[in-house]
Nanobody
Framework: QVQLVESGGGLVQPGGSLRLSCAAS????????MGWYRQAPGKQRELVAA???????NYSDSVKGRFTISRDNAKNTVYLQMNSLKAEDTAVYYC?????????WGQGTQVTVSS
């Protein structure tokens, strides 16, 4: 089993910044990618950004140029730096970890962008 613990969500004004963290523990061997997804009320969960064990990165078009995903392998932690936040970024953000035959999810952290 892999445990994922997110932190860093909160309330921020439009144009502001937040940094999310996701710490992985447990059976982390074999994780080949980690990423961030989000789910807004009434909408499906969608990929925000993902980073592979080899360092390949993928962003959704809606966050390109504003969000940056990174990982600290020594700390088994993935980060999502979110800049120039917009109201439409409001959602619950979930950390995800993929292994060959399974995937794991964190509990989610709320991000609210509002004035």
């Amino acid at each position: 089993q892999v445990q994922l613990v997110e932190s860093g969500g909160g309330l921020v004004q439009p144009g502001g910044s937040l940094r999310l963290s996701c710490a992985a523990s447990g059976s982390i061997s074999g994780i080949y990618a980690m990423g961030w997804y989000r789910q807004a009320p009434g909408k499906q969960r969608e990929l925000v950004a993902a980073i592979s064990s080899g360092g390949s990165i993928n962003y959704s078009d809606s966050v390109k140029g504003r969000f940056t995903i990174s990982r600290d392998n020594a700390k088994n932690t993935v980060y999502l730096q979110m800049n120039s936040l917009k109201a439409e970024d409001t959602a619950v953000y979930y950390c995800n970890a993929d292994k060959l035959h399974s995937e794991y999810w964190g509990q989610g952290t709320q991000v609210t962008v509002s004035s």
